[in-house]
Structure formats: C-alpha cells, structure tokens
C-alpha cells in the first residue's frame, strides 16, 4: 500500500481544508514545487496534487505551479480539480504528470471520462467524494443524488487506474478515517481503491492497511503538515 502526500493548491500556495470549505484554509506554503521536493526528498512513492480552484471553476488554475511541481521531482505526481475536459487531460499528461483525477466530469459528462480512458488507458484515476453517501462534486459545493456505491459500480469494464474515495466529513478533521464506509465501498468497487480523509497517524494507516490488498494506497495532507504524522516513519511501518 503506497503512502501519498497530498499537495492541494489555492491561489498560488499550498494549503489544507476543512472539509473541503474554500473559506476554512490554513496556508501551509508559497512555494508548492519546494513542498513536492521536501515529500519526494523523504521517501513519497507518488504526490496527489489538486488544484482547488480548478475543481471550483471547472477549468485549470494553478497551472504554472502544477509545472513547477513536475519540473521539480522525479517521482509519479496525479494531479486533480476541474479536469472536465480531453484538453485539460492533455494538458496535465503532456506536462508529465502520470496520472489524471476526474471527478466532476464523470457524473456530468460520461463521454469525457471514456474518451480519457480510450486515448489514456490505465492513467486516468475517478475520484468519488462522498457526503452523506452522496457525491459531491464542483469542489465540493454541490452534491448529486447519485450514491458513491452506486456509481463506483458503473465504472467496471472502463481501463481505469483506479478511484480515489474520500469521506469529505473526515476530511481536514484529524478525526480519524470512516473505515466500515471505506470497507464497504472497496467491496462494491471493481477497481483498486486509493483512501483520502481523517488520517490522525500510523494507527489508521495500519487500520487501512488491514483491509485488505484492493486498497492500493492511502492520501495523507492535515497529518502531515501539521507534524501529527512523520512521512519516513509512516512510509517504515507500511512496508513492515
């Protein structure tokens, strides 16, 4: 199960939310590409990066520090928020990111999301953020009548790498991870499941850890800058 730090970007900085809400951030960095470098410098196997503006907007908005964080380490980055089009996948892939994270776009549009997986197979990630059971979507601002169950489901036969879920109540809370919601999900899902939201510290990695091999790896962001959860240690305990 691979360990990945999340670097969300607003406004230029890197930041963490609460709960995904715009209005609840704490500034972490102006320089994005120096955080990436410090994670990657420690060990990180991958770097999920989300520009929050774009997932708002729907379009990129953090692009010239997206490039800098590629420019700027070796190591596989996933880049997320407001990839709704073939051409923002293009944009991000062409920028050598490795893989795309949809979200929005898969309830809004299917075409966009079959077209990715036909021009890109196996480098195109869905990311199903769950309120009450419910996706959400927009960054978060909105949330559909659709279930998390029930569109993870329709996701079998597309050439996926994988989902992400996140439990948005845990998310930015350090109030630990859902794992009945997260157990129940990665059965109903036909793909290999990446976890997001509440990590506190070792004790939920391993928690997540023991759920079983489809869950490929675990997004950690509030722990890690807020010092609650050492990278080196935490990357130890899940090769143990």
Known sequence: MML???IDLKDGRCVRLRQG???????YSDDPA????RWAQLGAPLLHVVDLNGAIDGRP????????????????VQVGGGVRTLDT??????????????GTAVLQDRSVLEGACELFPERVLVGIDAK????AVKGWT????????DLVRTLAGLSLAGVIYTDISRDGMLQGPNLASLNAFVKDSPLPVIASGGITGIDDIRAI???GPRIEGVIVGKALYDGKLDLKAALAAVAG
Do not use: F, W
């Open 61 to 76: 908005g953090n692009l010239a520090q997206i490039e800098a964080i590629l420019s700027a380490v070796s190591v596989p």
């Open 132 to 135: 009450d059971g419910k996706v």
């Open 209 to 211: 850890h023991a759920l």
């Open 142 to 149: 909105a949330v559909s009548d659709t279930s998390a169950h």
């Open 21 to 27: 809400d715009m209005r609840r951030e704490t500034v």
């Open 34 to 37: 120096s955080v990436a470098l």
């Open 89 to 102: 996948v293009r944009t991000y892939l062409g920028c050598g990111a490795k893989r795309v994270v949809m």
């Open 4 to 6: 990945i730090p999340a």
